[in-house]
């Protein structure tokens, strides 16, 4: 697949086929993060690869936080929701990055942005291997679970998380909103 259309086609994946994947794949995607750029060539990032019991243990925790957030939404989307939340749509894996952790907002800000970056080199990597993701931030609204069933220290700062696996399809491309980047870009001379 042609660069832009890795990014493109590009999307959130919320249903996986059970198949397993290559520690080859996994590894190979892994390493496309580990290129991304990042401030001051710290590359401040690690992975986490979660699968088998603790990847149970992490549905449980985000099912309990879709189950607050989905509250207030129409039984069966909410189903569906909390169903996705409790195994991570069937994908066997989960991937979580994180970054170190810091007290100084610049280099703070700096670590996240980095590890964003690498996020976003993982998730490309994946589609341009016919696997899918889905960026989460859903389940570091109990960041503490996570920590503790993954047991990821305090020196370390959660950045995202993100199913992988085989989708059962990928989504259609939603519109843009600004096709013609008529309001998102300003050319200032």
């Not at 710290?42 to 985000?62: A, H, N, P, R, T």
């Not at 957030?69 to 195994?87: G, H, I, L």
């Not at 069937?90 to 170190?100: C, K």
């Not at 199913?163 to 096709?179: C, K, M, N, S, T």
Request: a negative charge.
């Amino acid at each position: 697949m042609e660069f832009f259309d890795v990014i493109k086609n590009r999307r959130a994946v919320r249903q996986y086929k059970p198949d397993l994947l290559s520690k080859e794949d996994i590894l190979k995607i892994l390493d496309a993060g580990n290129w991304a750029p990042s401030g001051r060539n710290l590359q401040q990032w690690d992975f986490i690869v979660v699968s088998g019991e603790k990847k149970i243990e992490m549905g449980k925790s985000y099912k309990v936080i879709s189950e607050v957030y989905t509250a207030d939404w129409e039984q069966s989307a909410r189903d569906a929701f909390v169903q996705y939340a409790a195994t991570y749509g069937g994908a066997p894996v989960i991937i979580v990055v994180l970054t170190d952790a810091d007290k100084i907002p610049g280099i703070r800000k700096m670590n996240l942005e980095s590890a964003s970056a690498a996020m976003e080199n993982i998730l490309l990597a994946a589609r341009a291997l016919g696997l899918g993701t889905c960026w989460m931030t859903g389940p570091l609204q109990d960041e503490a679970s996570i920590r503790q069933i993954l047991h990821i220290p305090e020196s370390k700062e959660i950045v995202a998380v993100t199913p992988l696996g085989y989708p059962v399809a990928f989504p259609e491309a939603p519109p843009r909103l600004d096709p013609e980047l008529r309001d998102k870009v300003s050319w200032i001379e």
